[in-house]
């Protein structure tokens, strides 16, 4: 990653707060792109989880997030917060993969109080066994709901934007992304009444529009 030699790299201080680490590092200061890097590339890595179904293509989609970044720090406004740029970046990412590769395919908060008490270690085996079924099965269902929902639908019920933030971070407007949220919830709802009630068994996830 380079930028123009004639920049003279700005200050860095890695207490900066993220909006100076990116005048920083938009002035040529590595460093300080380095420190905006380390702040996020967990949480990065951890939506792209999420929306990509292979490891390698996760590892990838990381790395170029972060060249897109660096390559147009210039084109950030300012008029949204540095994770929401970083996400939309991310997110792009990952939508153009599926596309190429053409993928499509309860309430998510519930779940995740479920899957959180399936981890007491007190619990019994026979329990946290079933917790990791159900887990499991949520999982491949929102890696199989078609990219358009798939996204709006982690970065709300499992980082935890607020419907505004997702419709920022997806440039959407709110309507469109609490009606995204709503029927990729409806959609996943639907297929968890039919695993249930299947005693487990796992049913291919149909794309609805």
Same mark, same amino acid.
């Not at 123009?4 to 993220?18: F, L, R, V």
């Not at 970046?89 to 779940?111: G, P, Q, S, W, Y």
């Not at 399936?118 to 990219?147: H, M, N, T």
């Given at each position: 990653?380079?930028?123009?030699?004639?920049?003279?790299?700005?200050?860095?201080?890695?207490?900066?707060?993220?909006?100076?680490?990116?005048?920083?590092?938009?002035? =040529?200061?590595?460093?300080? #792109?380095?420190? +905006?890097? $380390?702040?996020?590339?967990?949480?990065?890595? &951890?939506? *792209?989880? @999420?929306?990509?179904?292979?490891d390698?293509?996760?590892?990838?989609?990381?790395q170029?997030?972060f060249?897109?970044?660096?390559?147009?720090?210039d084109?950030f406004? =300012?008029?949204?917060?540095? #994770?929401?740029? +970083?996400? $939309?970046?991310?997110?792009?990412?990952?939508? &153009?993969? *599926?596309? @190429?590769?053409?993928?499509?395919?309860?309430?998510?908060?519930?779940?995740?109080?479920?899957a959180?008490?399936?981890?007491?270690?007190?619990?019994?085996?026979?329990?946290?066994?079933?917790?990791?079924?159900?887990?499991?099965?949520?999982?491949?269902?929102i890696?199989?709901?078609?990219?358009?929902? @798939?996204?709006?639908?982690?970065?709300?019920?499992?980082?935890?934007?607020?419907?505004q933030?997702?419709?920022?971070?997806?440039?959407?407007?709110?309507?469109?992304?609490?009606?995204?949220?709503?029927?990729?919830?409806m959609?996943?709802?639907?297929?968890?009444?039919?695993?249930?009630?299947?005693?487990?068994?796992?049913?291919?996830?149909t794309?609805?529009?």
């Amino acid at each position: 990653m380079t930028r123009s030699a004639a920049a003279i790299p700005g200050p860095y201080d890695p207490q900066m707060d993220d909006a100076a680490l990116l005048a920083s590092a938009r002035d =040529g200061n590595v460093d300080a #792109f380095a420190e +905006l890097v $380390r702040r996020y590339e967990h949480r990065v890595r &951890a939506v *792209l989880f @999420r929306l990509l179904d292979d490891d390698r293509d996760v590892e990838e989609a990381t790395q170029d997030a972060f060249v897109q970044a660096w390559r147009n720090l210039d084109r950030f406004r =300012g008029d949204a917060a540095v #994770f929401t740029w +970083l996400y $939309r970046i991310a997110v792009n990412e990952a939508l &153009a993969r *599926l596309r @190429r590769k053409k993928l499509a395919t309860t309430d998510l908060d519930e779940l995740a109080e479920t899957a959180h008490a399936a981890a007491d270690p007190a619990e019994a085996p026979e329990q946290a066994a079933e917790a990791r079924e159900l887990r499991a099965f949520v999982a491949g269902s929102i890696r199989k709901l078609p990219p358009d929902y @798939r996204a709006p639908l982690v970065l709300r019920d499992v980082v935890g934007l607020s419907n505004q933030e997702v419709a920022d971070v997806l440039e959407l407007s709110l309507a469109a992304a609490k009606s995204r949220i709503h029927r990729a919830r409806m959609q996943i709802r639907v297929e968890l009444e039919r695993w249930e009630a299947e005693g487990g068994q796992e049913a291919p996830l149909t794309n609805r529009p």
